[in-house]
């Protein structure tokens, strides 16, 4: 069968009209959950295609390309990952294939149908929804749609509609071995050299995502782990080896992200990623993402030998009382710790910081712009609370009366406040967003240590996007 799927128009120039203030430092890369299921397809056999409708070189619209690209291709299924923001695009998405071909399988998976597939199939637009991880499972649905499956009840992790009612199967066990699964199919998307990750992010380019585990055992209120679980499941060190060999040679990339939740999770898995990267690509530089409460001095200065440069670290707050009510293990002097070893071990710091949520006052908000004023961090980024479908958060929220409209486009502006805290008049919650950035990167210390620390061309490049972007705020 010839499968094609889409990884729908996200960017600031394709949703309804709205123009993002941010649209020149978007994190735009190519969708590593798309491309495992391209991979997984093109081992049963398939005919498959990847349409990436947010490359930032291209010319032409997210809309036009998906027009152009079903007329061309005509495929007999179309799949999308939809998370809550993108709803409306895959409607729209959807809307486009049917008009080329009525009699299209289309399938929908990720976050937002996992948790609301009533919500996405009374549309009429799904056949099916994928729930939760989604290689065995669209796997299982392309064999049924292909006449090898007699009973569609016998497919676990699914949900459809049939005779106006709702038939969701029974949940599907977590993929325990991930070494068995194919290598994302990087080669069906645009090469790496058109994407472009979020400025001061990297130092060179192209740069390649690699996911190395699934699964994150922490439970903070704001996340949302419909999809992966909470079981942290690995990938042997020889498997992730294969993957940055093949992203090296066959990709062309100049750096790696570790894009796990939580890389340094396991201390002596950890031990040996850092000596095979050493061994094998020793002049490879590397990020990731990790937490505070699961590094320490020793583990930062191994990685930073190992070719890593920089940690992104979680943070959320400068106030110990709202990391409480988020669900997170970490302290603020643990936040303080975990930076200075960083800084000791010669990495670079870039920190989330999550601000608007439910117990957030005017003062704990001036108290965590002033705790990242004061860290040695090298980027900052404040996160504007929304209780998205399937976080504790959401369900806390609508239990005590709260409803939340995520179908308007206009939710997805910058500007929109989906939530605000009620300690919080709405002009100084508006007030701080636009005062937190300035008053983080426009400082005179900042903008000299910044100069001096760029070790690239490519890096300077970032940079100055980020300045750019830092003038329409």
Excluded at 134 to 159: C, P, R, V, W
Aim: glycine fraction near 6%; aromatic fraction near 10%; proline fraction near 5%.
């Amino acid at each position: 069968m010839k499968i094609l799927l889409i990884d729908i128009p996200f960017g600031s120039h394709d949703i309804g009209g709205i123009r993002n203030r941010f649209s020149g430092v978007e994190n735009k890369i190519p969708s590593l959950g798309l491309a495992y299921i391209a991979s997984v397809a093109e081992l049963e056999g398939h005919e498959v295609r990847v349409l990436d409708c947010n490359v930032p070189s291209s010319t032409h619209s997210g809309w036009a390309k998906i027009q152009a690209e079903g007329n061309y291709f005509r495929p007999d299924v179309v799949g999308m990952t939809i998370t809550t923001p993108s709803v409306n695009n895959a409607l729209k998405t959807v809307r486009i294939m049917r008009e080329i071909n009525p009699n299209i399988v289309s399938i929908a998976g990720g976050s937002h149908p996992t948790i609301m597939p009533e919500q996405i199939t009374s549309f009429d637009l799904f056949n099916f929804i994928v729930l939760g991880e989604g290689e065995q499972t669209f796997t299982s649905l392309l064999q049924y749609i292909d006449g090898n499956y007699t009973e569609l009840q016998s497919i676990s992790g699914i949900a459809y509609k049939k005779d106006n009612r709702l038939y969701v199967t029974k949940k599907r066990k977590m993929i325990k071995n991930l070494d068995s699964i194919p290598l994302p199919a990087r080669h069906l998307f645009p090469p790496l050299k058109f994407y472009q990750p979020t400025p001061a992010s990297y130092r060179k380019l192209p740069l390649a995502h690699i996911m190395t585990s699934r699964g994150c055992p922490s439970r903070c209120n704001f996340c949302d782990r419909s999809v992966f679980g909470e079981i942290y499941r690995r990938r042997s060190v020889d498997n992730i080896m294969m993957e940055i060999e093949d992203v090296v040679k066959n990709h062309n990339a100049r750096e790696i992200r570790f894009f796990d939740d939580t890389f340094t999770l396991k201390r002596e898995r950890l031990v040996k990623i850092c000596s095979e990267i050493k061994k094998f690509r020793p002049k490879i530089p590397w990020t990731c993402l990790t937490k505070v409460n699961c590094v320490d001095l020793d583990m930062l200065k191994m990685m930073y030998d190992a070719g890593c440069w920089q940690v992104l670290y979680g943070l959320e707050s400068g106030d110990d009382n709202i990391l409480k009510t988020l669900g997170k293990k970490n302290t603020v002097k643990q936040n303080i710790q975990a930076v200075q070893w960083a800084r000791e071990a010669g990495l670079r710091v870039r920190a989330d910081f999550l601000v608007g949520t439910p117990s957030e006052t005017v003062e704990s908000l001036f108290k965590t712009l002033d705790f990242a004023k004061k860290l040695d961090i090298d980027f900052a980024h404040f996160n504007k609370f929304i209780p998205f479908p399937g976080t504790s958060f959401y369900r806390q929220l609508v239990t005590e009366g709260y409803q939340f409209n995520f179908s308007k486009s206009s939710t997805l502006d910058h500007d929109a406040i989906v939530y605000l805290p009620p300690a919080i008049p709405e002009h100084k919650y508006r007030e701080f967003l636009d005062f937190a950035y300035k008053k983080f990167y426009l400082r005179a210390g900042y903008l000299f240590k910044r100069l001096f620390a760029i070790r690239t061309l490519t890096e300077l490049k970032g940079n100055l996007q980020g300045a750019i972007a830092m003038k329409s705020i």
